[in-house]
Nanobody, 124 residues
């Protein structure tokens, strides 16, 4: 079992930046592929980014590539999402998730544990 708690969300203007954090506890954090997903009102939850257990490999949705950076600190059991050049369409609840596997996935069904989410609102 892994417990995940996101933080760092808030209200920001278009073009601004935010850094989300996800604190993990429970089973060994470094054993998991980690991902960020988001869900806007009335829409399905969608993949944002993922990172391998070592942190050496990262994957991004096309919509955030070049603007968002995923990273992890296994010593601190923490996952991060640095978001820059934010747009109103980035407004959503952002979730971190853990996948008990060595392979990356962009499918929500492949992740075993989820946080409660943190709201990000980008004003125009």
């Amino acid at each position: 079992q892994v417990q995940l708690v996101e933080s760092g969300g808030g209200l920001v203007q278009t073009g601004g930046s935010l850094r989300l954090s996800c604190a993990a506890s429970g089973r060994t954090f470094s054993n998991y592929v980690m991902g960020w997903f988001r869900q806007a009102p009335g829409k399905e939850r969608e993949f944002v980014a993922a990172i391998s257990w070592s942190g050496r490999s990262t994957y991004y949705a096309d919509s955030v590539k070049g603007r968002f950076t995923i990273s992890r600190d296994n010593a601190k059991n923490t996952l991060y999402l640095q978001m820059s050049s934010l747009k109103p369409e980035d407004t959503a609840v952002y979730y971190c998730a853990a996948r008990w596997d060595t392979d990356y996935s962009s499918n929500t069904r492949d992740y075993n544990f989820w946080g409660q989410g943190t709201q990000v609102t980008v004003s125009s």
